[in-house]
């Protein structure tokens, strides 16, 4: 069986009394959260849904992410994840564009009414049948409480769609990025080789990062139920707490991105027992964005462990490189490929870039971790895989002993507190507002998220009235709470090319 799911199965049967989740005061097993994956299975199944089919999934980091994402996988179906941010309209685009047969959704609470955006999303796909919602409350039933609790797996091919991941790239409305099971499930047992993770010696992790992104969902959730692991859920950042519950839990993995380690050395002070959780701490990886050579530093004063840190991409499941473990790092580096996957530095015309340690070029990836291309797309996918080859449209430098370092991002893309922003899906929805004549979206600098997202503006006339906090309280409803523009600035020209384009790097 080559199904992804089997990384669940095998743990629950050597390891089934084991804990595999904690949230809160729950704690569930592995035989537990098997088989409530497969009550899933079976609630879909009577649901019409079949092997193959796409199944959209809106949920933040509770338990019920992982049972309904093995439960999805289990009855041959793939997992087209879904933002908890987004708002109707973004659903309904990801439902129609996946082609998802069924939804299922979190009820979420009255701060962010994930079912509720949910439900006028899925109310204008018709093409998607059904649609199951979480109740929220703790005394509430999920919708698949009274199915039974065993079901034989579907067997799927190595090269079977397991999950949709969507990705903007750079440019145009979100992509699904399809990653096959083979692809997920290489991706997760590199643990082994990356980590030196073991399952006669378990690993404790945090999971604060998004289970719908690649990151937390296939690092942190899949790598961990490899390794009989336990995943400590957070559904937010809160510095404090977190730390608190490391303590607590005896964290010994660490996944984050450089804000979450800058919240967390802000917070450090004579009420938290840093000694305590440095006992437990095993591992630190950062990823998302480049890390400061302070914070990097100062964590290792502080707690005593390097923080690691790594490169990957959703369509590359997502691991492409990371720092040796046990090996101190070089500061700003991401490492070196990945066992199994290969990297090269290359020109706009995929010619490789000459070896040299100041050469800078594009880089591309080959191996086990390259998706099988975007969804309903050949024509995208052919621009970005040729001979098997990604290009990843970021830019980096080699060194003489084969660790990279990237010199710039992915184009006009912009990372604010580690999400992924791409200007022009900002562009296309501001354009909807009458006082929008023509808009150009940029990363500015911003001390906690890295980068903040700006809108520069021509208005139309007649709105000469219309000021930034309308454009902004009017995109807060339109688009997801990480992509509004929080700075609007208003201009009479914008800076073009000949052939019409905006130069945004003059902007910046």
């Keep these: 069986m080559t199904n992804l799911a089997e990384l669940l199965e095998r743990s629950a049967a050597a390891y089934p009394d084991r804990t595999a989740i904690v949230f809160a ?5 592995y035989a537990q959260v098997n088989a409530a994956a497969n009550q ?27 049972i309904v994402y093995y439960g999805i996988l289990k009855m041959g179906a793939v997992v087209v994840t879904l933002n908890v941010l987004f708002k109707g309209r973004e659903i309904a685009y990801h439902l129609a564009d996946s082609e998802a047969t069924a939804y299922i959704a979190f009820e979420g609470t009255s701060d962010l009414p994930i079912s509720e955006a949910g439900r006028e999303g899925f109310l204008e796909v018709p093409s998607c049948a059904s649609m199951f919602v979480i109740p929220a409350a703790p005394s509430a039933d999920p919708p698949w409480s009274t199915q039974p609790a065993s079901f034989t797996t579907v067997e799927r091919d190595d ?13 145009g409305q979100p992509k699904g990025a399809e990653l096959r099971h083979s692809n997920l499930r290489s991706n997760a047992l590199l643990g082994a080789e990356l980590f030196d993770a073991d399952p006669e010696r378990p690993d404790t992790y945090l999971c604060v990062l998004p289970l719908f992104h690649s990151y937390g969902q296939s690092s942190i959730q899949n790598g961990a139920f490899a390794f009989g692991g336990t995943i400590a859920l957070v559904p937010r950042f809160e510095a404090k707490p977190i730390l608190d519950l490391m303590r607590r839990e005896r964290v010994t993995f660490l996944p984050g991105v450089p804000t979450m380690y800058w919240g967390l050395l802000a917070a450090l002070d004579d009420s938290v027992d840093v000694p305590a959780l440095a006992a437990n701490l095993r591992v630190a990886v950062s990823g998302g964005a480049p890390l400061p050579a302070e914070i990097h530093e100062q964590f290792r004063q502080r707690f005593g462990v390097t923080i690691l840190e790594g490169y990957g991409l959703s369509e590359t499941s997502p691991a492409v490189s990371f720092s ?20 090269k530095l290359i020109h706009d015309d995929w010619t490789e870039v000459p070896d040299s340690p100041d050469a800078v070029g594009e880089i591309a990836i080959r191996g086990h971790n390259v998706m099988k291309g975007y969804y309903r797309r050949p024509e ?4 970005a895989i040729r001979d098997g080859w990604f290009r990843s449209g970021d830019l980096a430098r080699r060194d003489a002993d084969g660790f990279y370092y990237i010199v710039d991002r992915a184009k006009d893309m912009i990372i604010r507190g580690g999400f992924n922003v791409y200007p022009r899906e900002i562009e296309e929805a501001l354009m909807e507002h009458p006082a929008v004549s023509l808009v150009a979206v940029i990363g500015v600098p911003h001390e906690s998220h890295g980068e ?34 929080r ?21 910046r």
Excluded at 25 to 29: G, N
Excluded at 40 to 66: E, K, T
Excluded at 159 to 171: E, H, N, Q, R
Excluded at 473 to 484: G, V
């Design 25 to 29: 005061d729950t704690r569930l097993s």
């Design 40 to 66: 899933v299975a079976n609630m879909l199944v009577d649901a019409g849904v079949r092997p193959g089919d796409n199944v959209a999934f809106s949920c933040p980091n509770l338990p019920y992410f992982p």
């Design 159 to 171: 090269d079977d769609t397991a999950v949709i991941l969507y990705t903007s790239g750079t440019t």
């Design 324 to 343: 040796r473990f046990g090996e101190d790092p070089r500061v700003g580096s991401i490492g070196v490929p990945v066992p199994g996957v290969e990297m």
């Design 380 to 383: 995208a996918t052919a621009e």
């Design 452 to 485: 903040e997202i700006k809108a520069v503006i021509l208005r139309n006339d007649g709105h000469q009235d219309v000021g930034p906090d309308e454009i902004v309280d009017w995109s807060r409803n339109q688009l997801a709470a990480y992509k509004y523009p």
């Design 487 to 507: 700075i609007v600035e208003f201009v009479d020209q914008l800076p073009m090319t000949s052939t019409g384009k905006i130069l945004k790097r003059a902007l």
